[in-house]
């Protein structure tokens, strides 16, 4: 922290003195006489950069001003300390949807940028204040040596992975500024400009390996994109073509790589990406866009992610995936081990998970439907899986019922615990595995907005607020407006709050009861068990008490029944710092409640599946026996 604030403070004094001399650049022009200005239009001028020698003689980069002559001569701040003709390299136009703030660093090389949008330019219904803020860092590497092995297979490229890290420092040491709130979804944008002759196949394993060395860190930092251009990287008839790989990992878990070769438009003559697999039918989600289009802002499914990654857990439509790519491994490890044992190697299944969303109709009835993510308008979502394990290669059903904690925190209305009951309803009928994933607040403690932004407070003394008041009012206008939703005195104060919409009061702590009377009678009829990804509180805690069967990721995943500080304040003095250490994994594995702890949700996928291992596919049915590696007739010896 003291280090972020000295780079800070050297940030902001280089910004100021980096200011004077723009300003003062400017001012030449604007003071210069109207026929030397009148030779830079005549000219077609469109810039004018100035390259001005360092004052610290330990400084060794000159500093660069780029003035705009439609702007009246003002400083492009973005184009600051960058070769005009290094600008195309660094493709900055492609960031024209957002408000672009420039963070000064000491590496030139390295140009570090913070933009900003509110959504409205390509999503009008994104409501005010809801920005989408993140940082583009950007690099030119001139110079790439390439290092392959005594069979010519490529295995790296130093300068490559030094611009990476250099790239990862930037970003760490511009999140640190506090002029910049938290910043999700970052990009790092890598443009090697050195035509080198290499494979396709070892530039994509060199990138892979690139993302995963560094992780950890990526997460960290919440990079979720990195971008390699890599200059006459495939050769054909026509010529050197560039290759432009990108790497992303949209879930946090699982990371994906497309490759695509650059190729000019006929029409347009512009440069458009084309997939590397196309041949073999398999498009990336940027085949045939054009290679320069500009970066698009979050769209609705994106915030969803970014709000549930801010509180380090999974977004609930995202857990399919892992579910799937569990499975996948779990079917390699199962079948390399029979191969290697001699044994016939196991067919694996083409399809390893079908996932069917279900959903509760104006009627109360629940309904299997197709649509597309995110669409939920409550917070408990509910799917039918049909896992294909080794155990049940003909695929075994389980119901899943999770918190969408992006969708009111996770808390529990009365549409909440109706879908909850009517899914578990569903497993004890027919039979099958109960699976809950918990992530939520609890039940709903709501409030009438449409009350709350009309009534008046009567202070004790209006010119000392901290003296309390006496009654909350509305106006005699007012009062006809509400006459259904609240209660007045004959003085038209405030005596009851209803509310226009149901869900704000005492009818959620009614749907809890039916949810925990419900989760007990599933753990007595079916297979129960429950997956704490993140802070369960309250009723949630309750359900994963009578669900019994509990796993439990060791970090920010309490199980409580209200806050450390709402106990500090009962209390009257600080006793406990955090939640955890009323309801995390050193609690709740000690004392029985947790029987099983985890690292992160990838683990806790395959925890669950573990677990099913052992579990009949339904109700009395026949036990999961696989083929024993160890032959049954084989001579027993000493």
């Given at each position: 922290s003291k280090n972020g604030n000295r780079e800070s403070q050297a940030s902001t004094l280089e910004s100021t003195q980096e200011t004077q001399i723009s300003l003062y650049l400017t001012g030449l022009w604007r003071q210069a006489p109207q026929e030397r200005i009148a030779a830079v239009n005549r000219c077609g001028i469109k810039s004018i950069t100035y390259v001005v020698a360092p004052e610290d003689e330990f400084e060794s980069s000159p500093g660069l001003f780029t003035l705009r002559v439609r702007d009246n001569f003002a400083e492009d701040t973005i184009y600051r300390h960058i070769d005009p003709?290094?600008?195309?390299?660094?493709?900055?136009?492609?960031?024209?949807?957002?408000?672009?703030?420039?963070?000064?660093?000491?590496?030139?090389?390295?140009?570090?940028?913070?933009?900003?949008?509110?959504?409205?330019?390509?999503?009008?219904?994104?409501?005010?204040?809801?920005?989408?803020?993140?940082?583009?860092?950007?690099?030119?590497?001139?110079?790439?040596?390439?290092?392959?092995?005594?069979?010519?297979?490529?295995?790296?490229?130093?300068?490559?992975?030094?611009?990476?890290?250099?790239?990862?420092?930037?970003?760490?040491?511009?999140?640190?500024?506090?002029?910049?709130?938290?910043?999700?979804?970052?990009?790092?944008?890598?443009?090697?400009?050195?035509?080198?002759?290499?494979?396709?196949?070892?530039?994509?394993?060199?990138?892979?390996?690139?993302?995963?060395?560094?992780?950890?860190?990526?997460?960290?930092?919440?990079?979720?994109?990195?971008?390699?251009?890599?200059?006459?990287?495939?050769?054909?008839?026509?010529?050197?073509?560039?290759?432009?790989?990108?790497?992303?990992?949209?879930?946090?878990?699982?990371?994906?790589?497309?490759?695509?070769?650059?190729?000019?438009?006929?029409?347009?003559?512009?440069?458009?990406?084309?997939?590397?697999?196309?041949?073999?039918?398999?498009?990336?989600?940027?085949?045939?866009?054009?290679?320069?289009?500009?970066?698009?802002?979050?769209?609705?499914?994106?915030?969803?992610?970014?709000?549930?990654?801010?509180?380090?857990?999974?977004?609930?439509?995202?857990?399919?995936?892992?579910?799937?790519?569990?499975?996948?491994?779990?079917?390699?490890?199962?079948?390399?081990?029979?191969?290697?044992?001699?044994?016939?190697?196991?067919?694996?299944?083409?399809?390893?998970?079908?996932?069917?969303?279900?959903?509760?109709?104006?009627?109360?009835?629940?309904?299997?439907?197709?649509?597309?993510?995110?669409?939920?308008?409550?917070?408990?979502?509910?799917?039918?899986?049909?896992?294909?394990?080794?155990?049940?290669?003909?695929?075994?059903?389980?119901?899943?019922?999770?918190?969408?904690?992006t969708f009111m925190s996770g808390s529990f209305g009365p549409k909440e615990d109706a879908a909850f009951e009517q899914a578990s309803r569903l497993a004890r009928e027919e039979g099958i595995p109960r699976i809950y994933i918990a992530a939520n607040s609890g039940a709903r403690i709501g409030i009438a907005d449409e009350i709350r932004k009309e009534f008046n407070v009567r202070w004790v003394n209006e010119e000392d607020p901290t003296k309390g008041f006496t009654d909350l009012y509305l106006s005699k206008d007012d009062l006809s407006k509400f006459a259904e939703t609240a209660r007045f005195d004959e003085n038209g104060n405030l005596t009851d709050v209803i509310g226009a919409s149901d869900g704000l009061c005492v009818e959620n702590l009614m749907g809890s009861a039916l949810i925990a009377r419900e989760t007990s009678i599933a753990y007595n009829e079916t297979f129960t068990l429950t997956y704490v990804t993140s802070r369960s509180v309250g009723i949630g805690a309750y359900l994963v008490r009578l669900g019994q069967r509990v796993i439990q990721r060791e970090s920010n995943a309490p199980i409580i029944l209200t806050g450390f500080n709402a106990l500090n304040k009962v209390l009257g003095r600080s006793v406990y710092a955090s939640n955890e250490q009323l309801g995390g994994v050193k609690i709740m594995s000690p004392n029985g409640v947790t029987h099983q702890v985890v690292k992160d949700d990838v683990e806790g996928v395959r925890s669950i599946l573990d677990w099913l291992s052992f579990v009949p596919a339904c109700r009395n049915g026949r036990l999961p026996i696989v083929e024993p590696l160890d032959p049954i007739d084989r001579e027993v010896t000493y």
């Open positions: 003709p290094m600008a195309f390299q660094l493709e900055l136009a492609r960031l024209v949807n957002f408000d672009i703030q420039r963070f000064n660093y000491p590496n030139r090389l390295i140009h570090i940028f913070f933009g900003q949008n509110n959504g409205t330019k390509s999503e009008p219904s994104a409501k005010a204040g809801d920005k989408d803020a993140r940082f583009f860092v950007r690099a030119v590497i001139q110079h790439a040596a390439v290092f392959s092995t005594a069979s010519d297979a490529l295995v790296a490229i130093p300068e490559a992975e030094k611009s990476f890290v250099e790239a990862l420092d930037a970003l760490e040491l511009g999140r640190c500024d506090p002029r910049f709130r938290h910043a999700d979804l970052n990009h790092i944008f890598l443009n090697l400009v050195k035509e080198i002759d290499v494979n396709v196949d070892d530039v994509d394993a060199i990138c892979r390996r690139l993302f995963l060395r560094y992780a950890q860190r990526c997460w960290k930092l919440r990079v979720f994109t990195v971008e390699v251009r890599v200059a006459g990287a495939l050769r054909s008839h026509h010529g050197a073509a560039p290759l432009r790989f990108l790497l992303y990992n949209p879930t946090g878990h699982s990371l994906r790589v497309e490759g695509y070769k650059e190729e000019l438009d006929s029409l347009t003559g512009t440069p458009v990406l084309k997939s590397l697999r196309s041949d073999r039918k398999e498009f990336g989600h940027l085949h045939d866009r054009p290679a320069l289009e500009p970066y698009q802002i979050m769209d609705r499914l994106r915030r969803k992610r970014v709000v549930a990654q801010t509180l380090e857990t999974t977004y609930v439509y995202d857990f399919q995936h892992i579910f799937s790519r569990a499975l996948q491994e779990r079917w390699k490890l199962y079948s390399q081990s029979r191969l290697r044992g001699g044994f016939r190697r196991d067919k694996v299944p083409a399809k390893h998970l079908k996932v069917v969303e279900l959903v509760l109709d104006e009627e109360g009835v629940l309904r299997a439907v197709e649509r597309p993510t995110g669409l939920n308008d409550h917070g408990i979502v509910m799917w039918r899986y049909s896992l294909y394990t080794p155990e049940f290669p003909g695929g075994r059903d389980v119901i899943i019922i999770a918190n969408d904690i």
